[in-house]
T-cell receptor
């Protein structure tokens, strides 16, 4: 079983809609969870971090964490063409190391 | 601040050649990491350095060596390149021990023929 699993997509949403990305993880001891955005040919960029159960909002992004279900999600509201990218879920597997999912590619169509 | 910088941006090697990828950060971070990214496989950790003077193996260390030259610099060496090492290599850093928010450099695209 992979440590972090994401739907590979691609996920296509119309402009202005909500994009919903899901991620599950295997290590019950994980405490830190991150979402990175990666544009084609570029490096990953940290966009959200979440450490406790519930929702965390930052602008049009909302991260949701449910440790009991070992599930973390990212919602992108009012999706824009500039949101078209691959989104990587990352989970800490010890104090220093992150395990990354393979990523979900999002395409926002105008 | 430049953040995390990497050199070179692109490199083509022949099988058996060696090279060193350079990484430097100006954020005064303690921990540094080397990853490789291959299509469909996400980011995989090669080596990491939790603090200056320490290095540890990650998920895919075979064929690589690292040096934490000082707090700012962390290099990755391929002693005898193989086609399986064709990949995009990213260096990353994080602020302190127990901080897992990592910040990435622009990457090195390596092709081994």
């Amino acid at each position: 079983q992979k440590e972090v699993e994401q739907n590979s997509g691609p996920l296509s949403v119309p402009e202005g809609a909500i994009a919903s990305l899901n991620c599950t993880y295997s290590d019950r001891g994980s405490q830190s969870f991150f979402w990175y955005r990666q544009y084609s040919g570029k490096s990953p960029e940290l966009i959200m971090s979440i450490y406790s159960n519930g929702d965390k909002e930052d602008g049009r992004f909302t991260a949701q964490l449910n440790k009991a279900s070992q599930y973390v999600s990212l919602l992108i509201r009012d999706s824009q063409p500039s949101d078209s990218a691959t989104y990587l879920c990352a989970v800490n597997i010890n104090d220093y190391k992150l395990s990354f999912g393979a990523g979900t590619t999002v395409t926002v169509r105008a | 601040n430049a953040g995390v910088t990497q050199t070179p941006k692109f490199q083509v090697l022949k099988t058996g050649q060696s090279m060193t990828l350079q990484c430097a950060q100006d954020m005064n971070h303690n921990s540094m990491y080397w990853y490789r990214q291959d299509p469909g496989m996400g980011l995989r950790l090669i080596y990491y350095s939790a603090s200056e003077g320490t290095t540890d193996k990650g998920e895919v260390p075979n064929g690589y060596n690292v040096s934490r030259l000082n707090k700012r610099e962390f290099s990755l060496r391929l002693e005898s390149a193989a086609p399986s090492q064709t990949s995009v290599y990213f260096c990353a850093s994080s602020e302190a021990a127990y901080s897992a928010e990592q910040y990435f450099g622009p990457g090195t695209r390596l092709t081994v023929t």
